[in-house]
């Protein structure tokens, strides 16, 4: 069961010296884990199929004993198998028949309060309904269903629910907010809600400082901790309580051919986190997410920094991402960094922003050396397009500070023939004052929106072949201390009135060529930038 990409990254990738002649032909490698042949059916062991019996014991006594022996495969049979936690061991494959639907309770006692991670720091979790660490050859395969049962564990907000759907959960029981917009599932959950930083656990706290509101650490679905070899294949994925997939800290990762399926108003229903991963396949799978599609994360802040493990040699193909606040997402919890990043053939559908790529103040890190290709979006909500390094910030201040190891960076980002038929903007590159966003190239782009371009604080950047078909037109390209802008061959509608809205006294050399600049008006100049900072070749 061998499975080889070529990985052969030239020395201008491994050093971070991005040069043009970058290869789609040698991308990073995933190694398959293998497994025996053994087979070690569920039934054996006293599971009874139906959905009223748990069948925890049996199902987890199938895994250690295939382990003990080792390894092989731990058959889940065509049926519905009502169960608590499951807990992997290495060398085995957890296989699900083509029926088969393993369906978590919704008895909370069953899962324990553990210490577990949060966006990279220490947090109290009740413990996964599927949960590995430290393993080496584990799978879970085959074309059955795991249903995390994620509706009685998640918190949920009137507005993202219909009137008949609103009063249907109410009349269920559960506990409303103060001011009634939210429904918690239980007083258990309202208490941590309100405790100020709960989710994180506190210096000089223990777990059992937890217990009163122990409802409140929803647990994600599947995580897998440290392991080596892993290969989720053919699963379909749903309804996790948090985060979908939390793969962490893992080497030769393979995603092929998987369904996640979340309400698209599941809190923090991310589909795929991928976090300080190393040679990673993400191929031909689907994604509905209530919250980001297929995200790269390297924990937050100096919890992040001081673990110091990137996501890196990462390929994603042949996917489709439907309802999610992002297809393709990193950050913002990326303080370990990412890179050495591929995607390629991928569809987005109806999803918040198309490609995603976020950080803040205080994160750190560094985000380089991502290549995409290839992509189609419909139907985006927002950007088609977004580099932002003011994720989750309000109050978004001019304002320079200094640059310290809590500064994040992006750079060296090659985008090429992507096309979206439908978003609120185009594109938005947003840097800091103090550290511009840096090298972003994009090439044979084609969008459809309502409003233009948008380039703040960033140094570098290449529009090559970009043609841009958008309602607002005043300015086309609005640009806000850029400096090093290369714009060729800008193709736009006839109904653009400006092409060029420049400000800010740090714009300068931003140089246009191949494009048609007698339609429109040409560029006006404000807040400290002069009309030497636009260059229009003849």
Request: with cysteine.
């Amino acid at each position: 069961m061998k499975f080889t990409l070529l990985l052969s990254l030239s020395v201008a990738l491994t050093t971070g010296a991005i040069a043009q002649n970058y290869s789609w032909s040698n991308l990073p490698k995933a190694e398959l884990p293998t497994f025996k042949k053994d087979t070690f059916n569920i039934l054996s062991y006293g599971a009874i199929e139906g959905g009223k019996k748990l069948n925890s014991k049996s199902i987890n006594d199938a895994i250690n004993t295939c382990n003990a022996k080792g390894g092989g495969v731990v058959l889940i049979p065509n049926g519905t198998w009502l169960t608590g936690p499951i807990v992997l061991k290495s060398n085995v494959n957890l296989h699900l028949n083509p029926s088969a639907s393993l369906q978590f309770t919704e008895d909370k006692n069953e899962y324990k309060l553990i210490l577990g991670d949060y966006e990279g720091h220490p947090s109290p979790r009740n413990e996964s309904p599927i949960f590995g660490k430290d393993l080496t050859n584990v799978a879970i395969t085959g074309e059955g269903t795991i249903d995390g049962h994620g509706d009685v564990w998640r918190a949920i907000k009137k507005g993202k629910m219909s009137t008949a759907e609103w009063e249907s959960l109410t009349a269920k029981g559960g506990v409303l907010s103060e001011n009634k917009s939210t429904w918690y599932p239980s007083e258990s959950y309202a208490r941590g809600a309100a405790e100020k930083d709960a989710i994180v656990l506190q210096p000089g706290k223990t777990l059992k400082d937890y217990e009163g509101m122990k409802d409140f650490f929803r647990p994600n679905l599947i995580v897998l901790n440290n392991c080596k070899k892993v290969l989720l294949q053919n699963t379909t994925f749903k309804n996790s309580p948090a985060w979908c997939l939390h793969i962490l800290l893992c080497t030769d990762l393979t995603v092929q051919g998987v369904h996640v399926d979340n309400p698209w108003n599941a809190q923090n229903g991310d589909a795929l986190d991928i976090e300080s991963c190393k040679n990673v396949l993400v191929e031909n799978s689907t994604f509905n997410a209530g919250d980001d599609g297929i995200c790269v994360k390297s924990g937050r802040d100096a919890d992040g920094r001081k673990r110091g493990i990137a996501t890196e040699n990462m390929v994603v193909r042949n996917c489709v991402v439907y309802r999610a606040h992002g297809g393709f997402v990193i950050g913002s919890e990326m303080s370990g960094g990412a890179k050495n990043i591929y995607v390629y053939n991928c569809k987005f559908i109806g999803t918040d922003i198309g490609l995603r790529f976020k950080t803040t103040r205080g994160r750190g890190g560094v985000v380089e050396n991502i290549f995409i290709k290839d992509l189609s979006m419909k139907n985006i909500a927002h950007e088609a397009i977004l580099f932002d390094m003011y994720y989750a910030v309000k109050a978004k201040k001019k304002e320079t500070m200094p640059v310290t190891e809590g500064t994040p960076l992006f750079k060296d980002f090659y985008v090429n023939n992507v096309t979206c038929d439908g978003a609120e903007r185009a594109l938005l590159i947003r840097g800091l004052p103090e550290m511009s966003i840096k090298g972003i190239h994009l090439e044979n782009i084609t969008l459809n929106t309502r409003k233009g371009l948008e380039i703040i604080e960033a140094d570098g950047i290449s529009l090559k072949n970009v043609t841009v078909n958008c309602e607002e037109t005043n300015p086309l390209v609005h640009l806000d201390n850029g400096s090093n802008i290369s714009i060729d061959n800008l193709k736009y509608g006839s109904n653009t009135s400006l092409l060029f809205g420049i400000e800010g006294d740090k714009s300068a050399a931003i140089k246009v060529s191949g494009t048609d600049v007698t339609t429109a008006k040409k560029a006006e100049f404000t807040n400290g930038a002069t009309e030497q900072a636009l260059i229009i070749a003849k």
